[in-house]
């Protein structure tokens, strides 16, 4: 079981900047491909990044490359999503998953935290 805690959110402006956080319980976490993904109301949830166990490979939505960074501190059980240059299409609540597949489908993550609320005013 992995417990997982997203923090960080906020209101911003067009073009301001967040780092979100998501702190897990499981000593294990370095174990395991951790990934963010978005929901917008009335919309699907959508991948936002996934960073691999051992920090080697990130994969990002066409949407949030070269404005987003995926990144990960084994040693604190945390990842972290700092978002640049940030635009009222990025306000949505954003959900921090962990699993075993390396993978940009919501479907195969196994865990989830609760979600944190960004939104981006224009």
């Known amino acids: 079981q992995v417990h997982l805690v997203e923090s960080g959110g906020g209101l911003v402006q067009a073009g301001g900047s967040l780092r979100l956080s998501c702190a897990a319980s499981?000593?294990?976490?370095?174990?395991?491909?951790m990934g963010w993904f978005r929901q917008a109301p009335g919309k699907e949830r959508e991948f936002v990044a996934v960073?691999?166990?051992?920090?080697?490979?990130?994969n990002y939505a066409d949407s949030v490359k070269g404005r987003f960074t995926i990144s990960r501190n084994n040693t604190k059980n945390t990842v972290y999503l700092q978002m640049n240059s940030l635009k009222p299409e990025d306000t949505a609540t954003y959900y921090c998953?962990?699993?075993?597949?390396?993978?940009?489908?919501?479907?195969?993550?196994?865990?989830w935290g609760q979600g944190t609320q960004v939104t981006v005013s224009s």
């Open positions: 998953a962990a699993g075993a597949f390396w993978s940009t489908g919501a479907d195969r993550y196994a865990y």
């Open positions: 499981r000593r294990t976490f370095s174990s395991v491909n």
């Open positions: 960073i691999s166990w051992s920090e080697s490979s990130t």
